[in-house]
């Protein structure tokens, strides 16, 4: 037996409306206006999450740019009195070069001592074995006595700041015999 009646794919019969009851469509847009305002707060908060994040951004370019522009203030400020010591010496007129000499040496201990708090430190490789890495060649000379590519002479030291080479030691170096 075949039936007559025609039915959407759904399975409720074609031209029958589902009529919904006065409370389910009261619940309905109450939990539509539920979900608007949910979707409202979340907006908001993303966005002002957003505002933050470009907020730190800022303050930490900001930040980094000043630390850029005031790195050297600490070292520079150390360095004060060395340059007043040696604008003192310069001013004094005539007087003794034993004076002079020994000011310019402490001048010279005070400087060395500031660099290396900073993390300068000499390299002056005299009788040690030649080092391609921290130090320069420029010549090689007769040295009785001394091992092949050792080191005789340092012509300019060289520095290291933070075990990172900043400049060479330039050397002569014992010859072969």
Known sequence: ????????????????????????????????????????????????????????RRRLHRDLEQARRFANEKL???LLPIYDSLERGLSVEGGDVNAVREGLSLTL????????????????PVDQPLDPERHHAVSMVEAPGKAPGTVVTVLQKGYVLNDRLLRPALVAVAKDD
Request: glycine share 6%.
């Open 109 to 124: 201990k005070e400087l060395l001592r500031i660099a290396s708090n900073n993390g300068l430190v000499q390299v002056d």
């Open 76 to 78: 520079l400020n150390d």
């Open 1 to 56: 037996m075949h039936n007559s009646d025609s039915q959407s794919p759904t399975g409720t019969p074609e031209g029958a409306q589902t009529e919904l009851s006065g409370a389910e469509l009261d619940a309905l847009n109450a939990k539509v206006a539920e979900l608007e305002a949910s979707n409202k707060d979340l907006r908001e908060t993303v966005l002002r999450e957003k505002a933050e994040l470009e907020n730190q």
